[in-house]
């Protein structure tokens, strides 16, 4: 079974510009949920779509977007780019969404770096 | 609020011993805890869960512990290899709610040949 995988590796981008990421699931997982990871914060919960619709959204400014396809592939949308949004990006797929009473692992990619200049 | 913490200082240790990195957490009553690998510039990689009325899980050479009265999980590598080298995260969690998964900062391990 193929991974999960991320789309652009690197990044780099102006402060006030746009981006917008890509993941690709595990073949099979309807949950996706993103991550930014940054040395100072550590891994940092964004978002998780389970079958197209938003479950949870972690402390993040509306400046940062999700959305989810009907073949459960997700995209993550950051407006107003600043220099602080700097960071990995990260994407993981599961079986099940995290409210389920049965709790799978999370598959992570190995994430988009973007930076901010 | 929520607090997670690991070992902010890396963990030296010689190969061939065993590594044990601490998972200490607050205001959390997680139904189960997991760990996760993370190798520099790559996504984490699940290893191992273990729930609340678990107290110890094994998989090859690593043993987690979970004590929900010290509210804390103790993760150990046996006969450590330098290719164990990298960051574990945990991560707790209550099992449902609202809330994503969170992890702590994370623990890096490096194992001296």
């Known amino acids: 079974k193929a991974g999960v995988t991320q789309t652009p590796r690197y990044l780099i981008k102006t402060r006030g510009q746009q981006v917008t990421l890509s993941c690709s699931p595990i073949?099979?997982?309807?949950?996706v949920s993103w991550y930014q990871q940054t040395p100072g914060q550590g891994l940092q919960f964004l978002f998780e779509?389970?079958?197209?619709?938003?479950?949870n959204k972690g402390n993040f400014p509306g400046r940062f977007s999700g959305r989810q396809f009907s073949n459960s592939r997700s995209e993550m949308n950051v407006s107003t780019l600043e220099l602080g949004d700097s960071a990995l990006y990260l994407c993981?797929?599961?079986?099940?969404?995290?409210?389920?009473?049965?709790?799978?692992?999370?598959?992570f990619g190995n994430g988009t770096r973007l930076t901010v200049t | 609020s929520q607090k997670i913490e690991q070992n902010s200082e890396a963990l030296n240790i010689q190969e061939g011993k065993t590594a044990t990195l601490t998972c200490n957490y607050t205001n959390y009553s997680p139904a189960y805890l997991q760990w996760y690998r993370q190798d520099p510039g790559r996504g984490p990689v699940f290893l191992l869960l273990i729930r609340e009325n678990e107290k110890e899980k094994r998989k090859e050479r690593l043993k987690v512990t979970f004590d929900t009265t010290l509210k804390q999980s103790l993760f150990h590598i046996t006969a450590s290899q330098p290719a164990d080298s990298a960051t574990y995260l945990c991560a707790p969690h209550s099992g449902g709610g609202a809330d994503g998964l969170t992890f702590g900062k994370g623990t890096h391990l490096i194992i001296q040949p």
């Open positions: 993981a797929s599961s079986q099940t969404p995290r409210d389920s009473s049965y709790n799978s692992p999370l598959h």
């Open positions: 073949s099979g997982h309807r949950s």
């Open positions: 779509y389970f079958s197209e619709t938003q479950r």
